[in-house]
């Protein structure tokens, strides 16, 4: 099968390899459309922590049921348009039997630590494969994992229809959460420096503030007066992010931690004693957030939004440039890898 393989740092090839064989309890997926997300750039740059090179990258797709190695879900029929967490967990950690298997202790990732999405098959546990609605465009199922990473993190703030949030970053899966929060009806605030993403945000309805502004302060006492946000999302990673979200919350508010840092960074914990402040750390998502994603793209309501998130297509052939093209600008949100293309 043609393939996009990360043979080492800094390198990727369109090759061919061997069609992927199922394990027991696995299903064979015929790609339609993959998302090139944060984590894949990392895993290019030798910047993942656990990823191992050589590694087909990928994790955001969808595609078509084409076989399964024992039993598939109720409703689910060989020749579905599908789409599936792009993780593989043990089942008998205490974090999988306690429901929460995206920390599970021996967790292994698609595009990390073992083969993803950017070739023409792949193979996902079969538990973790979903049904794509009738209806729904493939290229916005191809959303469906980074709406259920926005989804978890916004169920685990446990956000109040009225709340006021503030989300620090304004890139894609902050866009994302964005768009979460505002569905379950928070007022929602972001603030984003670049001002390609400031206006992006804007152009979708959200009020946006670059925090390197002189008047940035009085923008957010304007929204909140002195009081703060009921939730905050850092999802930058920044060091400025991470600190100024304590004085960002209010009394008694969440903190929900989403990006990930480059290094550990001091954070006012007296602010956080003081203001009895909840700092939460949020990890992928839980097969319950995936399984609402879906059933979110299936309602339509999101369509207008979500269309505009994806910025440009290339064909599995043009990974390279597709690669390229994200190590190079900043001026997108999300590029698809038409993965099917050459076989149309």
């Known amino acids: 099968m043609n393939a996009a393989i990360c043979t080492s740092k800094g390198h990727i090839e369109y090759t061919q390899m061997p069609k992927p064989e199922m394990e027991y309890g696995e299903a064979l997926i015929e790609v339609m459309y993959g998302g090139i ?9 030798g910047l993942h922590p656990t990823a191992t090179f050589p590694v087909v990258p990928g994790h955001e797709f969808v595609g078509k049921l084409v076989g399964a190695n024992g039993p598939i879900k109720a409703g689910l029929t060989i020749g579905d348009i599908v789409v599936a967490q792009p993780y593989t967990t043990c ?16 967790l292994k990732l698609l595009g990390a630590h ?16 979903y049904k794509v609605p009738d209806g729904v465009d493939p ?26 949030v503030m989300i620090i970053g304004g890139g ?3 866009v994302f959460i964005a768009i979460v929060a505002a569905q379950a009806g928070a007022n929602v605030t972001i603030s984003e420096i670049s001002e390609y993403r400031q206006n992006f945000i804007k152009d979708l309805g959200f009020r946006v503030f670059n925090p390197l502004d002189k008047d ?48 550990p960074y001091p954070v006012d914990t007296t602010q956080i004693f003081l203001k009895q402040i909840e700092m939460k750390g949020v990890r992928i998502h839980s097969q319950e957030a995936f399984k609402a994603a879906v059933n979110l793209l299936g309602s339509g309501a999101l ?26 600008n900043t001026d997108f949100f999300k590029l698809l890898v038409n993965v099917g293309e050459e076989n149309r």
């Open 37 to 45: 997300c944060g984590s894949d750039a990392h895993v290019y740059h």
């Open 91 to 106: 089942g008998d950690c205490e974090p999988c039997i306690t429901g929460n298997d995206n920390v599970c202790t021996h």
């Open 114 to 129: 073992r083969d993803g999405c950017f070739a023409e098959y792949v193979t996902v546990s079969a538990s973790k494969v």
């Open 139 to 164: 290229k916005l199922a191809a959303l469906a994992e980074p709406l259920a990473v926005a989804i978890h993190d916004v169920r685990m703030s446990e956000l109040r229809v009225g709340d006021n």
């Open 172 to 174: 894609v899966i902050g």
């Open 216 to 263: 940035y302060n009085d923008n957010i006492k304007n929204i909140v007066g002195e009081d703060g946000f009921d939730v905050v999302f850092e999802v930058s990673g920044s060091k400025a992010g991470v600190q100024s979200s304590v004085g960002l919350t209010k009394v008694s508010g969440t903190i929900v931690i989403v990006g990930m840092c480059k290094e």
């Open 303 to 328: 369509n207008d939004k979500l269309y505009k998130l994806i910025s440009k297509q290339y064909k599995l052939s043009e990974i390279n440039q597709a690669y390229d093209y994200m190590c190079n």
